[in-house]
């Protein structure tokens, strides 16, 4: 079955700098575009990143643009999130999400990013 499992986050401080991991299993990866969702206590879940299958074309919310960088290793089955020069309103819940063809979409379980001093 489709899993994904993301790491990598954690406790920072303002300025600093995670990178999370998502490694999926069960579906063709290489054919998959892939996103990063982020959830703040009650906000919204926000779209955060987004990539081709072949990593090829990315896009990212305003607020991340020249921070985050989206990316992908194929032979890993892994898409990662570099964050840069984090912000305390960085703080949430990081998902990773693969939507099918069909529009259904999988989550996996999310990693708490906390950027505080």
């Known amino acids: 079955q489709v899993q994904l499992v993301e790491s990598g986050g954690g406790l920072v401080q303002p300025g600093g700098s995670l990178r999370l991991s998502c490694t999926v299993s069960?579906?063709?990866?290489?054919?998959?575009?892939m996103r990063w969702y982020r959830q703040a206590p009650g906000k919204e879940r926000e779209l955060v990143a987004t990539?081709?299958?072949?990593?090829?074309?990315?896009s990212y919310l305003d607020s991340v643009k020249g921070r985050f960088t989206i990316s992908r290793d194929n032979a890993k089955n892994t898409v990662y999130l570099q964050m840069n020069v984090l912000k305390p309103e960085d703080t949430a819940v990081y998902y990773c999400?693969?939507?099918?063809?069909?529009?259904?979409?999988?989550w996996g379980q999310g990693t708490q990013v906390t950027v505080s001093s």
């Open positions: 999400n693969y939507r099918t063809p069909m529009q259904y979409d999988y």
């Open positions: 069960g579906f063709t990866f290489s054919n998959a575009g």
């Open positions: 990539i081709t299958n072949t990593g090829g074309s990315t």
